[in-house]
């Protein structure tokens, strides 16, 4: 500043015609000095942080995600107006998204430290992405898997003028694919014998295998008489509530008795009666269409339950990318303990049976199951 | 409140006379009947622990709960008929779901919880009027998962016609509490379905069905941490066609159009569907497709099954579907080998597919190979022999791990069984023998981690045929390891049954002993002890009671050693069954 004021002396402002020259080129080499002050007096401090493996869906991403920090400014200063520019690239600089500078909301900086995350750096309404990202997004609201360079720069709202330096990350795009419940299978029939021993559960891994630790955290749920496995899920407490890390198998030992309170009271064909207009026997195997095999489970006490697992991270922060209820819980399965394993030897595979039981019947349809032969 | 007791008091003075009404008439058609049933139920959990102020082992039941239902069915004549179910329970106890860890629970609430249900479906000939609760399936691709709390109807005019539609309640709002016990919190819901379509039986069906839900942002505070308001559209065309023979073709195609986040702005480039649906910011639109075709038969089963779920397809109607697959299996069943009798001594099904992940290239790829093979036959009158074998695997490339995800899963089963007996006694000896290894390779270093399991189990029954008992015994051992871990566990168990009170009562006992293991840890100690009885007080109620006691004591694998803990279950109930 005080280099400034030496160059500025009363001869400077003589204006005869001698001086002219030399004057102006002073004036001019003045406005340079005066114009690169402003500059330097408006940039800011800025510091972009990416995780190296964001969720895919864009909606997804959270404060750990992308964290965008402005600092500096001169204090007591008053705050700036300024728009975050974001542009999207794959790793080779193929464009894929920029922002639209003149839908994009205007931010105060300047008064101490401005904090901005995902939603304030790349709002979905202001991006504007090109050819197949957008396609893309529009049918998934994910784009495609790859490597990417996010760069943001603070600008002024009306001459989009830098006001910061430009911050570049580079991530992989890959959305998570919550795991799979795999073992026991879903509508899986096993022996009661076997089970109150041990009952191994078995998944699929969250991929890709994210950079944090992950916890999964498996349930299982008894399906109580007159509910559907989904309404189990949805409203029973879980018997089993065990968080696992490092792995994707747990052995359960039940600690239950599988010996099931009857509350029906209806011998096989008593939901003859209960059929429907316009519903069909299903005539299944070589028998008689005229069993019910609701009321054939009921005798041969069958248990069954619905299993899942809810991936969260070490913070308990549920894996959700995209999934429409963000809690991190994995599609279901549902499986039945039948005590009296000679029905399963005797009849058709308890499988098929449990199959068109919960799945193709409606209430009142019957299938065939065969009675214990005695001799 | 006396005017508000007799109101009470006539319906069920109202129900009862109906009752007593339907037990005297005799006629084919009576002009009026009841069947179905009613019955209230109560369970009471325990659990003490020691030392006192050990964590170690939640409760996994409420300490009490008193549920009810009550399911008649009332018929008037021929042709009308009004169906209730009622069931319903005291304490909320949801974990998973829009009310989970609810506490107090609001009557809007309570009506809508996915653990109370209260439907009547009055039905005039072919046509069924759908109030209260009620779990609608439309198709595979549509919905069929959730209940919803409503009005609506299902018509089934002569022609073969069928019209649908339902308009209610799926959720209520439930604001964000961090707790503890945290509540995710839930927007209101409103779910509405419509379904037109027309069948013929045993020839054809073919519908197409419209599922929309949409949430009321206003209607929790603070919001839900996890989610934001949301709304959903989705079409769907289902056909199903039946040939000759057994042949069959079945076939549905969905679209949907889903907003993730309503809060967003209204965005007219992106997909709509005015006036249901309207764009905005985060609304995302794509495809499903379900697929089978075969035959069915008395003795040959196959089919084919083709299944794509597109990554941005998400129905209301299935909350919990897994997106961005295409899955095809082969599944076959077959009996062979005719005995005297003319039936068959052999029964073989199996399935082979695939699951592929990542069809829309929004993540890494990822495959899973799926088979599946049980092979029953009963070579006679005694012997009996199940062989089965299971298969799956996973695999996924490593991201920015150095190596990818490998899981790989093989189990083998085999179970002979033979009978023999007298006029007095049939015996029946079980063996069971499975061997499961489970291989999951390490993304950081590429080892690959064995685990195997092998489990035999023996089981003998003998019944009695001049006696009542009916007792088993089983004996089981089960040993799981892999590098640095062991697992061995050894039950022996047995069970007995008699009838009681000239046949009134059953009533069913086991004992359960469980010994288990870990690496060189001492051992820890099981006893499980149930009793079941079903006693029928009179022809039309049923007195149910099931009493169970489980105590588990540790060796020196946790700390503090010798921890233990008694838990003890106890359910009862009466279940009155109208009509006659």
Same mark, same amino acid.
């Given at each position: 500043m005080h280099g400034i004021w030496r160059v500025m002396? /009363?001869?400077?402002?003589?204006?005869s015609l001698e001086n002219k020259t030399p004057i102006m080129k002073k004036l001019f080499l003045i406005a340079i000095i005066c114009l690169s002050a402003t500059i330097c007096f408006a940039q800011f401090g800025v510091n972009l942080a990416v995780s190296p493996q964001p969720p895919g869906a864009l909606l997804s991403w959270g404060t750990k995600d992308l964290t965008y920090i402005v600092s500096g400014g001169q204090p007591g200063a008053p705050p700036r107006q300024v728009l975050i520019k974001t542009t999207l690239t794959t790793s080779d600089g193929t464009p894929v998204a920029t922002t639209n500078l003149s839908k994009a909301r205007i931010k105060l900086v300047g008064q101490g430290t401005a904090v901005f995350y995902a939603a304030d750096v790349i709002p979905l309404d202001a991006m504007v992405f090109t050819g197949k990202y957008k396609t893309s997004l529009d049918k998934t609201g994910k784009l495609p898997s790859g490597t990417y360079q996010l760069c943001v720069q603070l600008v002024t709202? /009306?001459?989009?003028?830098?006001?910061a330096e430009e911050r570049c990350r580079t991530f992989l795009l890959a959305a998570y694919q919550l795991p799979i419940p795999m073992m026991p299978a879903n509508e899986d029939v096993m022996e009661a014998e076997k089970a109150q021993t041990a009952i191994t559960f078995r998944w699929t891994p969250l991929a890709p295998k994210p950079a944090e630790q992950v916890k999964y955290i498996v349930t299982v749920f008894e399906v109580l008489d007159k509910q559907t496995p989904m309404q189990a899920l949805r409203s029973n407490q879980p018997l089993l509530t065990k968080e696992i890390i490092g792995t994707t198998q747990f052995i359960w030992q039940p600690q239950l008795s599988f010996i099931k309170t009857k509350i029906w009271d209806e011998e096989p064909g008593a939901n003859k009666d209960k059929l429907k207009a316009g519903d069909k026997p299903v005539k299944h195997v070589s028998g008689d269409p005229h069993v019910d095999t609701r009321a054939a489970l009921d005798s041969i006490d069958a248990t069954t339950f619905i299993w899942t697992i809810q991936t969260v991270n070490f913070n308990g922060i549920p894996f959700g990318d995209g999934n429409i209820n963000g809690d991190g819980i994995s599609e279901p399965n549902v499986f039945t303990v039948i005590k009296d394993n000679r029905r399963i030897k005797t009849g058709p595979p308890a499988k098929i049976i449990y199959q068109e039981n919960m799945?193709?019947?409606?209430?009142?349809q019957q299938i065939y199951y065969p009675p214990i032969k005695k001799d | 409140m006396k005017k508000r007791t007799n109101k009470l008091l006539f319906p069920l003075l109202l129900l009862l006379s109906m009752n007593s009404m339907a037990q005297d008439s005799t006629a084919t058609n009576p002009p009026f009947s009841i069947s179905g049933t009613a019955g209230v139920s109560y369970e009471y959990y325990g659990l003490s622990k020691k030392p006192t102020g050990w964590t170690g082992f939640s409760p996994r039941k409420p300490w009490n709960q008193v549920r009810f239902n009550f399911s008649p069915t009332m018929k008037f004549g021929k042709n009308f008929s009004l169906p209730f179910n009622f069931n319903f329970a005291m304490k909320p106890t949801n +974990?998973?779901? @829009? +009310? !989970? !860890?609810?506490?107090?629970?609001?009557f809007s609430q309570f009506i809508t919880n996915p653990m109370n249900s209260f439907g009547l479906n009055p039905t005039y000939k072919w046509a069924e009027l759908q109030l209260g609760t009620q779990y609608l399936s439309y198709s595979e691709l549509s919905t069929g998962d959730i209940g919803v709390f409503g009005a609506g109807f299902d018509l089934r005019p002569p022609g073969g016609y069928r019209i649908r539609i339902f308009t209610g309640l799926s959720q209520q709002g439930v604001s964000f509490f961090?707790? @503890? @016990?945290s509540t995710n919190g839930a927007y209101k819901r409103r779910n509405t379905m419509f379904s037109l379509g027309k069948e013929k039986e045993n020839k054809y069906e073919v519908a197409v069905n419209f599922v929309k839900a949409k949430d009321d942002s206003s209607t929790a505070n603070p919001p839900p941490a996890l989610i934001k308001p949301q709304e959903g559209f989705t079409m769907s065309l289902v056909s199903k066609l039946f040939f000759n023979k057994g042949w069959y073709v079945k076939l549905e195609g969905a679209q949907s159009i889903y907003t993730k986040d309503l809060l967003l702005p209204l965005d007219t480039s992106k997909a709509s569907f005015k006036p249901f649906i309207e764009g905005h910011t985060s609304t995302v639109k794509d495809y499903a497709g379900d697929a089978s075709f075969g035959k069915r038969s008395t003795n040959f089963d196959i089919g084919v099954k083709l299944k794509y779920i597109g990554a941005g397809f998400q129905t209301p109607g299935y909350p919990f579907m897994l997106p961005d697959r295409f899955d095809y299996t082969l599944n076959t069943r077959f009996n062979a080998w005719k005995n005297k009798d003319g039936g068959h001594k052999m029964n073989v099904v199996a399935s082979l597919g695939q699951r592929v992940n990542n069809v829309s290239n929004t993540t890494l790829k990822a495959k899973q190979f799926i088979g599946n093979l049980n092979w029953f036959t009963q070579f006679d009158d005694h012997f009996s022999l199940n062989v089965s074998f299971n298969n799956f695997g996973f695999q996924s490339p490593g991201g920015i791990n150095p190596y990818g995800i490998k899981n790989v899963s093989n189990d083998f089963g085999v179970n002979p069984s033979y009978t023999w007996g007298n006029e007095k006694v049939i015996h029946l000896l079980s063996m069971n023998y499975n061997y499961s290894k489970y291989d999951e390779r390490d993304v950081l270093t590429g080892s690959i981690t064995s685990n195997n399991t092998h489990t035999a189990l023996l089981t003998y029954v003998p019944t009695f045929l001049t006696k009542e008992l009916t007792p088993d015994f089983s004996v089981m051992y089960f040993n799981n390891s892999m590098p640095g871990f062991k697992l061995k566990l050894i039950t022996f168990s047995s069970g007995i049954s008699w009838p009681a009170f000239k046949k009134k009562m059953n009533l069913r006992g086991q004992v359960q002993y469980n010994y288990s293991r870990t690496n060189s840890f001492t051992n820890n100690n099981n006893i499980i002890a149930s009793l079941n009885s079903d006693w029928r007080v009179s022809k039309k109620l049923i007195w149910t009671t099931f009493i169970s006691t489980n105590h588990f004591k540790y060796g020196n694998e946790i700390t503090p050693n010798n921890a233990r803990y008694l838990e003890s279950n106890v359910r009862t109930g009466f279940q009155y069954k109208f009509g006659k």
């Open positions: 002396s /009363v001869q400077d402002f003589n204006t709202p /009306v001459d989009f003028f830098p006001q799945r193709k019947l409606k209430p009142g | +974990y998973a779901g @829009p +009310y !989970n !860890n609810i506490g107090k629970q609001s961090t707790g @503890p @016990p």
